[in-house]
């Protein structure tokens, strides 16, 4: 396994790798706002890259401009946000407050840089670990264990939202079904294909 640790310019060994993304790069950070960071997110994703980013459901990533439209952006080429934790959820009260990067299921960032602009004057560090999949492996599983139900998706009034994907595919299956046995009403079915247009699926 090669392992390198960095003190310095660590927002530039981030973006270095994910410009060197060939096929997925999987986030879990508690706060992203660097404009540079999400600049490379955006470039990749307009490369096809399959890009899936859980935040913490913190003020601190919604009260910026630029982050809203480059979320927004991200969602419009087709990248899979989640913002995890809620009021009323008691599973996801506690903080998610991890700040790692699994790319390509090869490439793992993790250590206590935020990926914000400020966190760039801050003593951080992160290590970047290479080529040794029992290690990816097990950021992988953390990831698939902390993914929300819940994505971000873009309203008619270009607002962020977040909606249930699974139930919303569940509705739809569950109409589908009944329409098959009790002949429901196509108009029933059209409001759940309505539903899910209108989120930008």
Known sequence: ??????????????????????QEILIAVAWLKDRDIYQALIERAQQKIKIEIILANHEFNKNNDYSDTALKKLINLGSEIFYIGENGDHRRSNLMHHKFCIIDKNTVINGSYNWTFKARYNHENIMLAK??????????????????NSQLKINEHNQLIKVDIQAIVAKFSQLNSATEVNNTTSANICDVNDTIAKFNF
């Open 1 to 22: 396994m090669a392992i390198d640790v960095y003190f310095n310019d660590i927002h530039k060994v981030i973006i270095e790798q994910i410009k060197h993304a060939q």
């Open 131 to 148: 080529n040794e999949t029992e290690f990816s492996n097990k950021f992988l599983q953390e990831f698939e264990k902390i993914r929300p």
